[in-house]
């Protein structure tokens, strides 16, 4: 298992990025491999077990590439999430008290040492800059808002309202903290709620030009993509206004292309597909149907 020869030649530039992607099956024996940065932070982290001469050996060839690269201090974290719960470590360096990182010149809380997640999904980073591009005036709904990044792109590209709806009160705090620091908290609702309870007050709020699905693919209580994905696509098109965009969203190796789009033909037959956005270039994939699925669609004109 060699890591460095997989990573860059200089520095990376102070944006918040993925470095290497093993997920991917593009590197013979790294599949279980994740590198991010989360300026100051590098993030690696692992999701099958290693051997304790494995975890030895990547963390060396790590110091040895940051020493090379960088005259600034290495921070590394280090995360396994081959256990339950997942397991994280700070095992270089210090970690801001408060932590922000910018994409595209937007700023983002980042919690590296809570929790599984950390407050930014990078491999969405071509999805926010699409809904920044395509929301100016618009009336946006973001599902399964998590912190609000479309949301904050969104505003960014001057959408007149955003509603950011998700189960976990946490996350829409962490949400409001990321529009503040980004000067964008005005138009902007949150709703802690469970989505399938919460149509009606949705439907009250809209019609939105714009709406976002991005739920994770199998979390019990919340979402689990092959039962809800069906019961969320036939009350879609009650939030739509005509001409309405939809941006669903789809992160499970497990199923395909073919699998969401299918569901789509079935349930919201009234959504005609535009396009699939691509992923962004750091996150290469042997077989892209097993990658994260970012599939766009209009409803048509009555």
């Given at each position: 298992m060699m890591l460095l020869p997989h990573l860059p030649a200089a520095a990376p530039q102070a944006e918040a990025q993925r470095l290497f992607h093993g997920r991917g099956h593009c590197f013979p024996g790294l599949e279980r491999i994740t590198l991010d940065y989360f300026p100051p932070a590098l993030l690696l982290t692992q999701f099958g077990p290693l051997a304790e001469t494995e975890r030895a050996a990547l963390q060396a060839e790590l110091?040895?590439?940051?020493?090379?690269?960088?005259?600034?201090?290495?921070?590394?974290v280090w995360q396994d999430r081959s256990v339950s719960p997942a397991q994280t470590e700070l095992l270089h360096g210090t970690l801001p008290l408060n932590h922000w990182v910018s994409e595209a010149g937007l700023e983002y809380e980042i919690t590296l040492m809570k929790g599984q997640n950390h407050g930014l999904f990078l491999d969405m980073a071509a999805g926010r800059q699409w809904v920044r591009q395509q929301s100016q005036g618009k009336r946006v709904l973001n599902l399964f808002a998590y912190t609000c990044g479309f949301s904050v792109a969104a505003r960014a590209g001057g959408a007149e309202s955003v509603v950011n709806l998700d189960m976990s009160a946490p996350s829409l705090s962490q949400g409001k903290r990321n529009h503040a620091r980004?000067?964008?908290?005005?138009?902007?609702?949150?709703?802690?709620?469970?989505?399938?309870?919460?149509?009606?007050?949705?439907?009250?709020?809209?019609?939105?030009?714009?709406?976002?699905?991005?739920?994770?693919?199998?979390?019990?209580?919340?979402?689990?993509?092959?039962?809800?994905?069906?019961?969320?696509?036939?009350?879609?098109?009650?939030?739509?206004?005509?001409?309405?965009?939809a941006l669903l969203c789809l992160n499970a190796p497990e199923l395909s292309l073919s699998h969401l789009q299918a569901q789509v033909a079935e349930c919201a037959p009234e959504l005609t597909f535009i396009e699939r956005l691509s992923n962004p270039p750091s996150f290469p994939e042997r077989d892209p149907d097993k990658g994260l699925k970012v599939l766009r669609y209009r409803k048509l004109n009555g």
């Amino acid at each position: 298992m060699m890591l460095l020869p997989h990573l860059p030649a200089a520095a990376p530039q102070a944006e918040a990025q993925r470095l290497f992607h093993g997920r991917g099956h593009c590197f013979p024996g790294l599949e279980r491999i994740t590198l991010d940065y989360f300026p100051p932070a590098l993030l690696l982290t692992q999701f099958g077990p290693l051997a304790e001469t494995e975890r030895a050996a990547l963390q060396a060839e790590l110091e040895q590439w940051w020493q090379k690269v960088s005259d600034q201090p290495l921070t590394l974290v280090w995360q396994d999430r081959s256990v339950s719960p997942a397991q994280t470590e700070l095992l270089h360096g210090t970690l801001p008290l408060n932590h922000w990182v910018s994409e595209a010149g937007l700023e983002y809380e980042i919690t590296l040492m809570k929790g599984q997640n950390h407050g930014l999904f990078l491999d969405m980073a071509a999805g926010r800059q699409w809904v920044r591009q395509q929301s100016q005036g618009k009336r946006v709904l973001n599902l399964f808002a998590y912190t609000c990044g479309f949301s904050v792109a969104a505003r960014a590209g001057g959408a007149e309202s955003v509603v950011n709806l998700d189960m976990s009160a946490p996350s829409l705090s962490q949400g409001k903290r990321n529009h503040a620091r980004n000067g964008l908290a005005e138009g902007v609702k949150y709703l802690a709620h469970d989505l399938f309870k919460t149509f009606g007050k949705l439907r009250k709020l809209g019609p939105y030009d714009l709406v976002v699905v991005d739920p994770p693919s199998f979390q019990q209580g919340s979402f689990i993509a092959t039962k809800d994905y069906p019961r969320l696509l036939r009350r879609l098109d009650s939030l739509m206004a005509e001409g309405a965009e939809a941006l669903l969203c789809l992160n499970a190796p497990e199923l395909s292309l073919s699998h969401l789009q299918a569901q789509v033909a079935e349930c919201a037959p009234e959504l005609t597909f535009i396009e699939r956005l691509s992923n962004p270039p750091s996150f290469p994939e042997r077989d892209p149907d097993k990658g994260l699925k970012v599939l766009r669609y209009r409803k048509l004109n009555g």
